[in-house]
């Protein structure tokens, strides 16, 4: 049985508003899902909190739209607990680079093959239009009345820094481009990580919308971009925030190992040595 | 003769005084003594002052003791800075080494008359007979062995064990440094002396410490996956883990902080396998947000918080028992979480396995609320029936039920089938959100009502269980003492104390202390006229806690002091009877409590 | 006539009943009413359904009341989501959008008959006279005005203000509009006239919210600094704070998270100054482990919990009372923070102020516990007169105190100068490690003791703090209510309704939850024969908190209910009468909680 | 009165190991304080727990020896509650990079004028053993008993990708070199960085020993290194972990403004607008 990306909408009324850019963003993910071809059940999805993290509660999959900033932990639980499933995680710019941000790199580090979404629209929305760490500096928020006095994270230049084996951006602006970055990341065996410009109707900025992007958007491939070249992914992510690249900014040809391959290993080669469960007390005996 | 020795020994980092300790404990362990043994250091990481206490018996021993039985100082200035500790009294044999110069009637312990005193070169015996001073602690072990029968046989195989990598000769020169000790002591008897009695039957003993019975137990009840971050006095579940946990199909993660500790966890068993994290307070405290999350998505999880002195950092390597209202009430909204308490390090096992049953069969975390004596000290226990122990898995879903699957359906006790990813037809969204039924999100308030009611209403049944309670002494006595944790030790001994003294005494141990199980309390209280309730907590939290729930009987008082003070049985036997004259002038006005 | 009006309103998202409800809101506010005014939405972000209460009476109103007097229909569909939250009855005149197609005696409403119903032509009346849709919200006021005659005046000043920078031709039609609606009314007359009698006096009232009116009496009590990070419902209080706080030399950070949201107000407090965070049931669960490291510094510290529904995510935008453990208990060891419950929006400020105070004099943080309700309804309040309240400012050491200065002297009230970086001769290190009087770490026993008993002792005053309690009602009246936060609110009218029915009953209002202040609570529950303690938590967490602390009367009960299913002053009082048929059929019985 | 070294060492006696390489670290930051001038009660030092977290007892200044992690908040709260205060904050690497680790970037990106210094031992000092973010993969510790399956994290690169104004690395081996870095970044005006290779003698590894560092070390100043070009920076950091580079790798030779430099400008600007403290109900007034 083949899967469409109607198996993969769930029946619950997303809550999102009219026009808000994570409407594409799911249906993204539905597309590339059905390309993938994992059965629903065969997929965890996990999320924090954030109107973008409601993202897993519109799929079939198996979803956990956990606490604000905890997706990736969550995930790696699941994943290294049943290697087998595909387990997909993402969130807004607030849950995974502000509160959330302690966990990125390790968990890349970690390298399990998880592919994490961020929908970033520059601003929480959920809680009503506060400064978000993607927020450019200068930006009047109800929290910061007077413009943020801080400078903005750059998302894509830290999770290379961080060493992430793939690391693309897309936009709803462009969903061929953004279904085929999401299904590319899926299917990279290792940490996988794609920024989505994921614009706010409500709360964003007028140049951040889905209009402003189809004029500002840039394909990496068409500029030439080597997606295999760490220095080259580092120099064009620093241009994020002026430049909206989309693709692949980099993609380790060499995948590493990953954790739970590691630990795979380590359980085929140390289980033989296991006392039965039922004598594990024998350990503690005294001759 | 005797049947229980209190050997305490200090001296500084490199003088191997807690070896000494841990070849006489399991030598001990091997000759079928009942025994145990702590340990305590200085602030400084490495090369200030440590110590340890040994205690020796033919039967159980349910505490590390009080007053030395014998003393063993090194130096003086190290062993002067444990203290309370290790005290040393009037029927205390001390042993020294004479290089310090200390005269044995100028002792630096003011206001003790020791029972004897022995200045003993041990430096120069060990120079001597093993060719290193490093050997210093191997002629205190022999010195034991000559005065108090000790060890004799066990410390030298086990020295043969250790040191059999390391070829011969070393083995040999400490075998010369112990004969030579066993002679010293020969030649120097104890006035009066005082040999330990042989132990009455030769049953093989475990031995080990809390944290490593905790995990062992986890991995027997299924546990495979671990997530923690490392803090002291818990850390030793996590390297138990790095250790055993692959082994079992298992698998371990250290993470980068305690919440994604809690989180993997959570994770894994969303993923439907038996997770468990482990820290101590300030790993609770982060925790929180978390433990609330696993309580509405109703998921398992083994939750170990070994307590230390608190608030904050506190006194890190010092018990407590104050993290109890923590356990309780931690995390916002109404949470309900079942909370265990073991009492020495061989309960820990039974008590482990009991919290993985409670957390599968009621689907919520579970905590494991063990102390930092409990955890780190070492015991000898007697083997375990493991076959006697059940194992429970989480309800499943049957078929039909995956037609139409709801997570969360209402049922009669609670308890909701229960999918994970990987399962077909399971599929759901669990959520830190409310939800109805399926799971979905909902922020209508009767639905709320109803299910924070399934959720407290499915821990019902642990109201009623009794099996989680001991009962010493005489069940209609009309005085009791309560003792939680490794206080339930020196309160068994207490109440011993107390009816040696006449007093109609009885204790109570509780094991489970959340929910707060009504019939096993007011059953031990029925006909109950004054009590107290002992533990380690400048609060006197489980009073308290038991104040929220029962009517105690009026005569009963809260008995609690910051931790790193341990109690003694015989204060605990002065207090109850200081509690039963106020309660005889004073018949009229409300309780005291102290 | 009437002396109080309750008016429901729903529709759609761009429907602007929000803001007919704020306009309506303090027009009755300038014409001298007492009001108020709730809000509810959908889950949608935006668009979706949204709704308001609005209470407008001669006298002070304590809630948002229960069944509608006049129920604003602009959609059924809409309307029907609010379900409880927009109870029409007999007695309601229910208006609604005629394009709708429902007949009047079709309404979707089971099992109630309405007083009188008008179908309006909203839609048709806006476009006609104002020239667009959007003024259908401008033709609600305006036959809110002619039938009810609220806002005849003050609606349209207040949209000519509001109007002002777009042009005079905006407010030109809509004030055509409200004529317009105002001469249909007068059109359509109601069968039973009921318009809101005139106030008895023009007092300039003050018309905000909770978390403004908090935030303003955090900056009056000399704050200078807020750290913290968004959730609902106690943005607001960032959002001011924002805005307002550089004007008073102060600054605001918004953080990554919880945890460096109140960690920052521990080091700005640290250095000095008088700072806060302000948070939701999830931060504050996160903010456990800096709570209790404040706690053992001895830092004075304001923190804000709007109490919103649990657990975890649970129902952010709706109010529940479920997080009074986790205020008094959560953080792991022996600690023991104020908690102060506002509830109302008026009564926010002197509490806030007080919580300034607290945590100044005693060196703690200091709880501010509100909930969903108070923070986000609009409130209209009495003048304040502020130059009544005082400011504390933590006592500074002097200069012979700083010649040898030590941070946690032993005084006589436990509370030990402080001082802050830049004072010099004041330098010491603040620490989460147990400590000894200088401020070094320590891990001795006796000192740990010592220094609990200082941070529990010095609370000590606030148990005897009657100031912070209000009673109504006859003192000695044997049958009571209790009730704290926004329930109290209903409570004061369940008792009105209970004395005019009869009953010998009194109320008490704690604003001071912990320490529990057991003077107040003694002398307030001396000859209580009955009694209940209303909430809004599943567990009835006040009346578990008290039984810690105090032996309540045996028929005193819990009545409690979780969040988002608020109480109705008529069941208080039927279920105060049926304890007291319990009490009396059921004497030998212990109480019965419910 | 000029200050000297001993003007800022404390009674306190240190608990580290002996030959500790956070002696070191104390010695220089004495040096470097008495080469600043400012007097003790005029710094405010903060740190987490381990080890290294003990810094500010040995110290006479005022010393906030926090909580786990949390040096970075406490320290912020300091500088903007109270300017005109030198702040330092210190740690070790489990402290700054794993627990810690998602204060950091928001520090950094913050720019307040605060000197944060890691002494960076690649493992958990204080709780005996245990792996640290920075320890190399395969690492055998109490664990990691089969090997840690880990990428380590790399703090150089990060505090780069995260925008800091100075960084720079430096060893106890090098007291001299050690005692500059840490003076040229007190005196940065805005978020300085220095990692300190400080080596654990009780449960380090035996290449991570002073000994050890003598041989690896070299100045970045003898490689002709332009800490003013961020792309060479970013270049050398990539080595952390192989090379023991010392001296400064990147200082931004035009230091943006700080954070508490934006505070007082609106708090100047902000301040003649306000309502008396008493009349602040007036804002709330109806007519
Ligand atoms: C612990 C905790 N803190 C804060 C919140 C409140 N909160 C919910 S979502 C959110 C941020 C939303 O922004 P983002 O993550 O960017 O997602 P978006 O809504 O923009 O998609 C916040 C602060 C929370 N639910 N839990
Ligand atoms: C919240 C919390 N988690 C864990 C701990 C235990 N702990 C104390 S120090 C430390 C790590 C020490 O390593 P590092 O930060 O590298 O400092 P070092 O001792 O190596 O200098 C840990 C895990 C704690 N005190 N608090
Ligand atoms: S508030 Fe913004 S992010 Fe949230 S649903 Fe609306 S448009 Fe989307
Ligand atoms: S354990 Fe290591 S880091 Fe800690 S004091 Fe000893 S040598 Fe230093
Ligand atoms: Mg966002
Ligand atoms: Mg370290």
């Given at each position: 049985?083949?899967?469409?990306?109607?198996?993969?909408?769930?029946?619950?009324?997303?809550?999102?508003?009219?026009?808000?850019?994570?409407?594409?963003?799911?249906?993204?993910?539905?597309?590339?899902?059905?390309?993938?071809?994992?059965?629903?059940?065969?997929?965890?999805?996990?999320?924090?909190?954030?109107?973008?993290?409601?993202?897993?509660?519109?799929?079939?999959?198996?979803?956990?739209?956990?606490?604000?900033?905890?997706?990736?932990?969550?995930?790696?639980?699941?994943?290294?607990?049943?290697?087998?499933?595909?387990?997909?995680?993402?969130?807004?710019?607030?849950?995974?680079?502000?509160?959330?941000?302690?966990?990125?790199?390790?968990?890349?580090?970690?390298?399990?093959?998880?592919?994490?979404?961020?929908?970033?629209?520059?601003?929480?929305?959920?809680?009503?239009?506060?400064?978000?760490?993607?927020?450019?500096?200068?930006?009047?928020?109800?929290?910061?009345?007077?413009?943020?006095?801080?400078?903005?994270?750059?998302?894509?230049?830290?999770?290379?820094?961080?060493?992430?084996?793939?690391?693309?951006?897309?936009?709803?602006?462009?969903?061929?481009?953004?279904?085929?970055?999401?299904?590319?990341?899926?299917?990279?065996?290792?940490?996988?990580?794609?920024?989505?410009?994921?614009?706010?109707?409500?709360?964003?900025?007028?140049?951040?919308?889905?209009?402003?992007?189809?004029?500002?958007?840039?394909?990496?491939?068409?500029?030439?971009?080597?997606?295999?070249?760490?220095?080259?992914?580092?120099?064009?992510?620093?241009?994020?925030?002026?430049?909206?690249?989309?693709?692949?900014?980099?993609?380790?040809?060499?995948?590493?190992?990953?954790?739970?391959?590691?630990?795979?290993?380590?359980?085929?080669?140390?289980?033989?040595?296991?006392?039965?469960?039922?004598?594990?007390?024998?350990?503690?005996?005294?001759? | 003769?005797?049947?229980?020795?209190?050997?305490?020994?200090?001296?500084?980092?490199?003088?191997?005084?807690?070896?000494?300790?841990?070849?006489?404990?399991?030598?001990?362990?091997?000759?079928?003594?009942?025994?145990?043994?702590?340990?305590?250091?200085?602030?400084?990481?490495?090369?200030?002052?440590?110590?340890?206490?040994?205690?020796?018996?033919?039967?159980?021993?349910?505490?590390?003791?009080?007053?030395?039985?014998?003393?063993?100082?090194?130096?003086?200035?190290?062993?002067?800075?444990?203290?309370?500790?290790?005290?040393?009294?009037?029927?205390?044999?001390?042993?020294?080494?004479?290089?310090?110069?200390?005269?044995?009637?100028?002792?630096?312990?003011?206001?003790?008359?020791?029972?004897?005193?022995?200045?003993?070169?041990?430096?120069?015996?060990?120079?001597?007979?093993?060719?290193?001073?490093?050997?210093?602690?191997?002629?205190?072990?022999?010195?034991?062995?000559?005065?108090?029968?000790?060890?004799?046989?066990?410390?030298?195989?086990?020295?043969?064990?250790?040191?059999?990598?390391?070829?011969?000769?070393?083995?040999?020169?400490?075998?010369?440094?112990?004969?030579?000790?066993?002679?010293?002591?020969?030649?120097?008897?104890?006035?009066?002396?005082?040999?330990?009695?042989?132990?009455?039957?030769?049953?093989?003993?475990?031995?080990?410490?809390?944290?490593?019975?905790?995990?062992?137990?986890?991995?027997?009840?299924?546990?495979?996956?671990?997530?923690?971050?490392?803090?002291?006095?818990?850390?030793?579940?996590?390297?138990?883990?790095?250790?055993?946990?692959?082994?079992?199909?298992?698998?371990?993660?250290?993470?980068?902080?305690?919440?994604?500790?809690?989180?993997?966890?959570?994770?894994?068993?969303?993923?439907?396998?038996?997770?468990?994290?482990?820290?101590?307070?300030?790993?609770?405290?982060?925790?929180?947000?978390?433990?609330?999350?696993?309580?509405?998505?109703?998921?398992?999880?083994?939750?170990?918080?070994?307590?230390?002195?608190?608030?904050?950092?506190?006194?890190?390597?010092?018990?407590?028992?104050?993290?109890?209202?923590?356990?309780?009430?931690?995390?916002?909204?109404?949470v309900a979480r079942p909370i265990l308490a073991p009492t020495c390090v061989a309960d820990s096992?039974?008590?482990?396995?009991?919290?993985?049953?409670?957390?599968?069969?009621?689907?919520?975390?579970?905590?494991?609320?063990?102390?930092?004596?409990?955890?780190?000290?070492?015991?000898?226990?007697?083997?375990?029936?493991?076959?006697?122990?059940?194992?429970?898995?989480?309800?499943a879903p049957g078929p039909a039920e995956l037609e139409d699957y709801k997570r969360y359906r209402?049922?009669?006790?609670?308890?909701?089938?229960?999918?994970?990813?990987?399962?077909?037809?399971?599929?759901?969204?669990?959520?830190?959100?409310?939800?109805?039924?399926?799971?979905?999100?909902?922020?209508?308030?009767?639905?709320?009502?109803?299910?924070?009611?399934?959720?407290?209403?499915?821990?019902?049944?642990?109201?009623?269980?009794?099996?989680?309670?001991?009962?010493?002494?005489?069940?209609?006595?009309?005085?009791?003492?309560?003792?939680?944790?490794?206080?339930?030790?020196?309160?068994?001994?207490?109440?011993?104390?107390?009816?040696?003294?006449?007093?109609?005494?009885?204790?109570?141990?509780?094991?489970?202390?959340?929910?707060?199980?009504?019939?096993?309390?007011?059953?031990?209280?029925?006909?109950?006229?004054?009590?107290?309730?002992?533990?380690?907590?400048?609060?006197?939290?489980?009073?308290?806690?038991?104040?929220?729930?029962?009517?105690?009987?009026?005569?009963?008082?809260?008995?609690?002091?910051?931790?790193a003070n341990p109690f003694q049985p015989k204060e605990i036997v002065a207090k109850l009877r200081?509690?039963?004259?106020?309660?005889?002038?004073?018949?009229?006005?409300?309780?005291?409590?102290?």
């Amino acid at each position: 049985m083949t899967l469409t990306a109607k198996d993969f909408k769930s029946d619950l009324k997303p809550i999102w508003c009219p026009g808000c850019g994570d409407f594409g963003v799911v249906q993204a993910m539905y597309r590339a899902l059905a390309a993938i071809g994992r059965p629903p059940h065969e997929i965890a999805f996990v999320s924090g909190i954030g109107c973008s993290s409601r993202i897993p509660g519109y799929t079939t999959a198996y979803g956990f739209n956990s606490v604000h900033g905890r997706a990736l932990p969550i995930a790696q639980g699941i994943k290294l607990a049943r290697p087998q499933l595909l387990v997909l995680a993402a969130g807004g710019d607030g849950d995974g680079f502000s509160i959330g941000g302690g966990h990125v790199p390790h968990a890349i580090r970690r390298n399990m093959d998880i592919t994490y979404v961020v929908m970033d629209n520059q601003i929480y929305g959920l809680t009503k239009g506060q400064l978000s760490p993607t927020s450019p500096r200068g930006l009047q928020t109800v929290t910061s009345v007077g413009g943020s006095l801080e400078q903005p994270i750059n998302p894509l230049l830290y999770v290379l820094a961080y060493g992430a084996g793939f690391v693309a951006q897309g936009t709803p602006a462009d969903m061929a481009g953004l279904t085929a970055v999401i299904e590319e990341a899926i299917r990279y065996p290792g940490f996988a990580f794609v920024n989505v410009q994921s614009p706010c109707v409500t709360y964003g900025q007028e140049n951040q919308q889905i209009k402003a992007h189809r004029e500002q958007m840039k394909t990496l491939a068409s500029l030439g971009h080597d997606a295999t070249n760490m220095a080259a992914a580092l120099a064009r992510a620093q241009h994020y925030g002026s430049e909206l690249y989309t693709g692949v900014f980099y993609k380790n040809p060499q995948p590493p190992q990953t954790f739970e391959a590691q630990a795979r290993e380590r359980q085929t080669q140390l289980g033989p040595s296991a006392r039965p469960r039922d004598r594990i007390l024998d350990m503690f005996r005294q001759q | 003769m005797t049947t229980d020795l209190v050997i305490g020994m200090a001296g500084s980092g490199g003088d191997g005084i807690v070896s000494a300790g841990e070849a006489l404990l399991s030598a001990a362990a091997s000759e079928g003594y009942h025994a145990m043994m702590t340990k305590s250091f200085g602030s400084q990481i490495r090369g200030g002052e440590s110590s340890c206490r040994v205690r020796l018996s033919t039967e159980p021993v349910l505490n590390p003791g009080g007053t030395l039985d014998v003393a063993v100082a090194l130096n003086w200035d190290d062993f002067l800075k444990f203290g309370g500790e290790l005290p040393v009294g009037g029927n205390t044999v001390v042993i020294y080494e004479s290089k310090t110069g200390v005269l044995p009637d100028k002792l630096p312990l003011t206001g003790v008359v020791p029972a004897e005193v022995f200045p003993v070169p041990l430096q120069d015996l060990a120079k001597e007979f093993a060719g290193t001073e490093k050997a210093k602690n191997t002629v205190i072990l022999g010195l034991l062995a000559g005065w108090f029968g000790v060890g004799s046989k066990g410390v030298l195989a086990g020295l043969k064990k250790r040191l059999a990598k390391k070829g011969p000769e070393l083995f040999e020169a400490n075998e010369r440094a112990f004969q030579a000790a066993l002679r010293y002591a020969a030649e120097h008897p104890l006035a009066r002396p005082r040999s330990l009695r042989a132990p009455p039957k030769l049953t093989p003993k475990l031995l080990t410490d809390g944290n490593d019975m905790c995990a062992a137990a986890a991995i027997f009840a299924g546990c495979q996956f671990f997530s923690g971050y490392p803090i002291t006095p818990s850390t030793e579940i996590m390297q138990f883990m790095s250790r055993e946990i692959w082994k079992y199909g298992g698998a371990l993660v250290q993470c980068e902080d305690e919440i994604a500790g809690i989180g993997a966890a959570v994770g894994a068993s969303f993923a439907g396998k038996k997770a468990m994290t482990a820290t101590s307070g300030p790993g609770m405290s982060l925790k929180a947000e978390m433990m609330g999350l696993a309580t509405i998505a109703e998921l398992p999880l083994g939750v170990v918080n070994v307590q230390r002195g608190g608030p904050s950092t506190g006194l890190p390597t010092k018990t407590e028992q104050a993290d109890l209202f923590q356990a309780v009430f931690s995390a916002h909204g109404d949470v309900a979480r079942p909370i265990l308490a073991p009492t020495c390090v061989a309960d820990s096992f039974g008590l482990t396995v009991e919290a993985f049953n409670m957390a599968e069969e009621y689907q919520t975390p579970v905590i494991i609320l063990s102390d930092q004596e409990i955890s780190q000290r070492k015991e000898t226990c007697d083997p375990i029936d493991t076959a006697a122990l059940r194992v429970v898995d989480r309800l499943a879903p049957g078929p039909a039920e995956l037609e139409d699957y709801k997570r969360y359906r209402f049922t009669e006790t609670g308890v909701s089938p229960i999918s994970h990813p990987g399962m077909r037809g399971g599929n759901y969204l669990a959520a830190g959100i409310e939800h109805n039924e399926h799971g979905d999100p909902t922020a209508n308030g009767v639905m709320h009502a109803r299910m924070n009611s399934k959720r407290f209403d499915k821990l019902r049944p642990l109201q009623t269980r009794k099996d989680l309670f001991k009962t010493y002494g005489d069940p209609d006595a009309p005085f009791a003492l309560v003792a939680w944790g490794s206080t339930a030790g020196v309160a068994r001994e207490a109440l011993a104390l107390a009816q040696a003294d006449g007093l109609k005494a009885k204790l109570l141990v509780p094991y489970l202390l959340f929910p707060v199980a009504t019939a096993a309390w007011t059953s031990f209280f029925a006909g109950v006229q004054a009590g107290l309730i002992v533990e380690q907590s400048h609060q006197g939290q489980l009073y308290r806690l038991l104040r929220m729930y029962l009517d105690l009987p009026r005569g009963v008082a809260s008995f609690a002091r910051s931790g790193a003070n341990p109690f003694q049985p015989k204060e605990i036997v002065a207090k109850l009877r200081r509690r039963l004259d106020n309660q005889r002038t004073d018949r009229d006005g409300q309780p005291h409590e102290e």
